[in-house]
């Protein structure tokens, strides 16, 4: 089945600096690839998302790339601020059966340092 | 829109009680998922609906767990009877449709003694 794998799985940087997540899967057919952000505590909340007809996609100061033909795909952070610290989870959607169902990564923990 | 609602947010229970975690999802959605997220796991998909009925329900890790969703607006899962590795947060989440963004609840954290 599916698999995802993330990371690194804790990164600090200091503020100001960017920060890179990276993702692969193994399903060649995944067409869906959205990233949530963990606050301490709380829910996951989707940050972006990219689907597999584009390769790259912004939203202010994050960013996510996708690689079909290496099966990876990224999130850039630029001019990181003590609010992005949080777990940070990539997925990909099962191609298989139309069944919407994402796999997750393990997560990584961004600690920004003020 | 209140977003996905889940209840209780905190339930302590003692090994061999039957637990039942509620999700109430957003309105209009059509697409309901249970995840459990632990440290050791991370966070894994345990059944989802569409249309109420249940889809894929591999992640349901054995009998002890079962779910239902009698109609559009409340889901439950149920733990009978409860062990303490099944300590961990439950999520539910909800969308529009099974290939659409899916928004949490705020989870259910389980502590099983």
């Known amino acids: 089945g599916e698999n995802v794998e993330q990371h690194p799985s804790t990164l600090s940087v200091q503020e100001g600096d960017s920060a890179v997540i990276k993702c692969t899967y193994s399903d060649s057919a995944s067409n869906y690839f959205p990233w949530y952000k963990q606050e301490l505590g709380k829910r996951p909340q989707l940050i972006i998302d990219?689907?597999?007809?584009?390769g790259e996609k912004k939203d202010q100061r994050i960013a996510v790339t996708l690689n079909k033909t290496a099966k990876h795909f990224s999130l850039h952070i630029t001019e990181t601020q003590p609010e992005d610290s949080a777990v940070y989870f990539c997925?990909?959607?099962?191609?298989?059966?139309?069944?919407?169902?994402?796999?997750f990564g393990q997560g990584t923990t961004l600690q920004v340092k003020p | 829109d209140a977003g996905v609602i889940q209840s209780p947010r905190h339930e302590v229970t003692e090994m061999g009680q039957e637990v039942t975690l509620r999700c109430k999802p957003i309105?209009?959605?059509?697409?309901l998922f249970w995840y459990r997220q632990t440290m050791m796991r991370g966070l894994e998909l345990l059944i989802y609906f569409n249309n109420n009925v249940p889809i894929d329900d591999s992640g349901m890790p054995e009998d002890r767990f079962s779910a239902k969703m009698p109609n559009a607006s409340f889901s439950t899962l149920k733990i009978q009877p409860s062990e303490p590795r099944d300590s961990a947060v439950y999520f539910c989440?909800?969308?529009?449709?099974?290939?659409?963004?899916?928004?949490f609840g705020p989870g259910t954290r389980l502590t099983v003694l």
């Open positions: 309105s209009g959605h059509n697409s």
């Open positions: 997925a990909a959607r099962v191609a298989t059966g139309n069944t919407g169902k994402l796999i």
């Open positions: 990219i689907r597999s007809n584009v």
């Open positions: 989440a909800s969308s529009p449709g099974q290939n659409n963004e899916q928004f």
